[in-house]
């Protein structure tokens, strides 16, 4: 039969703690002092909490800068081509024969 979820779970979580205490045993007789590591581990990964907040911070920005520069781009297109437009038009105006100056006065 083999073993359930939860029988399985209790072997792995006695597992651990036994590799925990083997691991807090080999610390303490290596005089390594584990308060100072649990300290240095949460002074990292507030470091790393920090960096990550201002990544995203710039993150957006960035992503805020670059919508305002194709706002930009865009406006600047649509200038263009009215301007295009524009010179196009008087181009054509400029092409045009000039008209016959009626006779008669009227």
Request: aromatic share 2%; hydrophobic share 30%; glycine share 4%.
């Amino acid at each position: 039969m083999d073993p359930s979820f939860e029988e399985i779970m209790e072997n792995l979580g006695a597992v651990l703690d036994k590799a925990n205490e083997q691991h807090r045993a080999a610390m303490t007789e290596a005089n390594v002092p584990l308060a100072t590591l649990g300290q240095e581990h949460s002074r990292a990964m507030d470091e790393a909490d920090a960096r990550l907040s201002s990544l995203s911070y710039r993150e957006e920005n960035t992503a805020e800068n670059n919508e305002r520069l194709h706002s930009h781009v865009s406006e600047h297109e649509r200038e263009m081509a009215e301007a295009d437009r524009r010179l196009k038009s008087l181009g054509s105006e400029t092409e045009k024969p000039p008209r016959a100056a009626k006779k008669g006065g009227k």
